[in-house]
């Protein structure tokens, strides 16, 4: 049994798993905002109907323009994407045939796209539980590579990894000539928004990833954009292709950007929630990960391998993430989404339930 590499998509989960997908299903495994994409994308589709006959602007200028401004830094320092997924891929086409270390467990894509570009690469695998960055192993090895990948907040188990650490990583990489590539995707969920996109200007050696399909709930729109020194970003651009990012997307991002009050509204909803659903998983005997963002790690520790509680959630329709093909991780934990409370407490009620009969 193969799963899928990626959450989202459940009919793939249930052909995998050989089990017959019930009539309604909730899939945890996809981390977008609950409450889906801001009204004034369903007010505003109508009128963008115009721009699908033609070609889009190529270098998106009025959302670069936009998101220089949000962002404080230069124009010529950003690349919109076809998603964050997108400039993924043109990191690892930039660094094509390199030496790339993944801190792990994190997301798959890349590993899977630098695999593309002929990488060679490695894994530095943190410590399960409290997943530290671990500096005294990790320092020494920034030499012996081109390019690092750190996802923060880290997809899969939701930690935002200490900013001290994190500095020293960017410090050691400028000193040594290794590009750090910070994923932060999922930045905006967090209470303190803190980031790392300004110190591009210190550090010509950070590449900044940022996705807008997480928060706007527009994953099927695909938009991201990166962040870097102007050199990189000019050799970056040179790589992607023309149109690579639809007219549609360009216009939802406008007015995504603009929606403060549905960002707040969304990060108190996820923060509450996932206060409220750690209580109730740490008084039943469950271990749940330090998350600051809108999914976590679960895991019952009676447990060698989540697949018996995998399945046992699937038949009842609710879709979790397995965590097999996570370095680190090896099946043993299963990632869900925070979404809204009824779906919460449907999940909690069917984790309580497994908890009685194991
Ligand atoms: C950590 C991380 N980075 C980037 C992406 C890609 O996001 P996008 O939908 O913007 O391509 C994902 C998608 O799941 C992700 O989890």
Request: with cysteine.
């Amino acid at each position: 049994m193969t799963l899928p590499s990626h959450g989202s998509n459940p009919h793939y989960v249930y052909q995998s798993a050989r089990i017959e997908k019930p009539d309604r299903v909730i899939d945890f495994s996809v981390n977008v905002n609950p409450f889906g994409a801001p009204t004034i994308i369903r007010e505003r589709w109508q009128s963008w109907f115009s721009y699908v006959e033609d070609y889009p602007d190529p270098l998106a200028s009025e959302l670069k323009q936009k998101l220089s401004i949000l962002n404080d830094i230069q124009e010529d320092c950003l690349l919109i994407g076809n998603g964050g997924a997108e400039l993924i891929t043109l990191v690892a086409q930039f660094l094509r045939g390199k030496r790339i270390l993944i801190i792990q467990p994190s997301f798959s894509e890349y590993e899977q796209a630098c695999f593309a570009q002929n990488c060679c690469v490695e894994h530095h695998v943190l410590q399960e539980g409290n997943w530290a960055l671990g500096l005294n192993e990790l320092l020494p090895k920034v030499k012996l590579f081109d390019g690092i990948f750190l996802c923060t907040p880290n997809n899969p188990t939701g930690v935002v990894y200490d900013c001290q650490a994190v500095m020293e990583l960017v410090q050691e990489g400028k000193r040594e000539g290794c590009y750090i590539i910070i994923d932060e995707a999922f930045y905006d969920f967090t209470t303190d928004n803190h980031s790392y996109i300004n110190l591009i200007k210190q550090y010509p050696n950070l590449i900044i990833l940022r996705s807008l399909t997480k928060m706007f709930a527009i994953a099927g729109l695909r938009l991201g954009y990166g962040a870097a020194n102007p050199s990189v970003m000019e050799k970056l651009a040179a790589l992607k292709p023309h149109w690579s990012v639809n007219a549609i997307a360009m216009k939802a991002g406008l007015e995504c950007i603009l929606q403060d009050s549905y960002i707040q509204h969304t990060k108190q909803h996820i923060a509450d929630e996932r206060k409220r659903l750690e209580l109730v998983y740490q008084s039943n005997g469950f271990q749940m990960s330090k998350s600051e963002v809108n999914f976590y790690l679960l895991k019952d520790p009676q447990l060698e391998d989540a697949a018996p509680l995998f399945h046992f959630l699937l038949k009842k329709g609710i879709v979790p993430r397995h965590t097999m093909n996570f370095p680190g991780l090896n099946g043993r934990w299963l990632r869900f989404a925070v979404k809204k409370k009824k779906e919460n407490n449907l999940l909690m009620e069917a984790l309580l339930e497994w908890k009685k009969y194991n």
